[in-house]
């Protein structure tokens, strides 16, 4: 049987390009909502999950940072896709013809301009390859979608405008997650994902990031988000670059220690070269 690689979303979805792109010798496995994604590769129906995280328009993907922690599974790549958004429609249909275009609330204002110039109506749909599959099944040349042209392929639609984005470095970070952590240094440009809660102290926060400025540790993002519903209790998520067997890192993270009641590394792996 054929390894799988489990997305959120229907075939099409830009996840599903970003399965198809970093992991090509993989099957893709659609799934309903991240919690399947994530149950998919602990029961080993995939053997891993292709998870968006963040996206350089609109910033991060609700809910992934909660799940993340919990899951049980290890980040062991990176995956920086390229999210190119198409006006799909049935074949013979003209670009003149088009009055609605279908796809998910966040895809639409990002190709607000194109729209406005060509008189179309944004309609909301609950995912951009649904939309795909929507507009296949109605048959009517009035009526399009907004999607990867992967989506095109897949339910047999016609491009009629490509890269219609008002954006042009429009792209998402995906994580693949494992259920078995890889910690080898497989590149010379690592990163760390970790989570981490402070103690009850003054200024805990400030003192903790404080040794990775001390020892020359770049930290490329800090975010910070509630759990269990408390205002009072905050984990924050990071991401730095370097590996744990890295000298300064290692500094930095044992003075962190000293500050957090809680640390757990998520993964260590190479860097997607978009990074550079």
Excluded at 104 to 132: E, W
Aim: glycine fraction near 8%.
């Amino acid at each position: 049987m054929t390894d799988r690689i489990a997305f959120q979303g229907e075939p099409g979805a830009y996840s599903h390009q970003a399965c198809a792109e970093a992991r090509p010798g993989l099957e893709a496995l659609p799934c309903a909502t991240f919690e399947d994604v994530i149950e998919a590769v602990r029961s080993g129906e995939a053997v891993q999950a292709m998870l968006p995280v963040e996206n350089s328009t609109y910033g991060r993907v609700a809910d992934i940072h909660r799940l993340l922690p919990e899951s049980g599974l290890h980040i062991v790549d990176e995956a920086f896709v390229r999210v190119h958004i198409n006006l799909l429609a049935v074949p013979g249909a003209k670009l003149e013809d088009v009055k609605e275009a279908h796809s998910h609330l966040v895809l639409l204002p990002q190709c607000g301009a194109f729209l406005r110039k060509h008189g179309i109506t944004g309609r909301v749909s609950p995912d951009n390859a649904r939309a795909a599959r929507d507009v296949a099944e109605w048959g009517d040349t009035s009526k399009a979608a907004l999607a990867s042209e992967l989506a095109g392929e897949i339910y047999g639609l016609d491009v009629l405008a490509r890269h219609i984005e008002d954006h042009d470095r429009n792209t998402t970070r995906f994580l693949v997650m494992a259920r078995e952590a890889d910690m080898t240094r497989r590149s010379d440009h690592m990163m760390t994902t970790f989570v981490f809660r402070v103690r009850n102290i003054p200024a805990a926060l400030y003192k903790a990031m404080g040794g990775f400025a001390t020892n020359g540790v770049n930290m490329t993002k800090l975010e910070s988000y509630m759990v269990g519903g408390h205002f009072t209790a905050t984990q924050f998520y990071a991401d730095i670059e370097g590996h744990p067997d890295d000298r300064n890192v290692q500094l930095a993270l044992d003075e962190l220690g000293y500050f957090t009641s809680e640390l757990k590394i998520l993964g260590t792996y190479p860097a997607d070269p978009a990074r550079d």
